[in-house]
């Protein structure tokens, strides 16, 4: 028996009204299925509404009308307060920016996801170790992030995403602010995480190389997905 796919989205629609001039719908209609296990990569125009699609699967923004399923629940469905739950145990992100705490080490920043969550202290750190250590980083635990490099810290907040073992990982241009020779490790990483823990990627990305490592690439066009996945693997995306 097939597998359910872990995201399932159906007739998503988003129009923003407020502050401006006329209604501007970004996304229009749209499926997406992502089966588990998946990498898949949407690229597009800026302005085209990557991040958006990208918030409302992760239940950060609300859609105008459709459903969206997360590993078998409809997150719309949920109340403000169970969704925040759902959010933090079956979703993971990853932005652009960092976003580590600065007075915290590498260590406790990976394990606050948990600790929110209520896990214990000494479990938290075990799984957080193991999560640097699969990121390159167990040398770099107990550095704070003032003493990292552009590429670590974002290698911290990829672990850090992963640290409840979520069903579903966004990424929103994991790699945007580091240059190529930083970002090629990375990117390295998150396939090297999906082989050795079967986590399920979305990521928003502009960047080719980034996008090379998806399954699928899906280009958003006029508020819709399109494949634009290259049926020769060795030739680069446009």
Known sequence: MAESPIVDVLGLTKTFEEDTPQALTVLRDL????????????MGESGSGKSTLLHILGGLDHPTSGQV??????IFALDDEALASFRNQCIGFVF?????????????NVAMPA???GQGADAAERRARRLLGLMGL????????????????????????????PALVLLDEPTGNLDADTAEPLHREIETLRHETGQTFVL?????????IADRVLRLEHGQLHDASPTDRSVPLS
């Open 31 to 42: 499926n997406l299925q992502v089966q588990p296990g998946e990498i898949v990569a949407v």
């Open 204 to 212: 928003v990305t502009h960047t080719s190389a980034l996008a090379s």
């Open 138 to 165: 167990a040398d770099r635990a107990d550095q704070r992030p003032a003493t990292l490099s552009g590429g670590e810290k974002q290698r911290v907040a990829v672990a850090r995403a992963l640290m409840n073992e």
């Open 96 to 108: 652009q920016f960092h976003h580590l705490l600065p007075e915290f080490s590498a260590l406790e």
């Open 115 to 117: 600790r929110i969550h």
């Open 69 to 74: 399923h997360v590993d078998g629940r409809d």
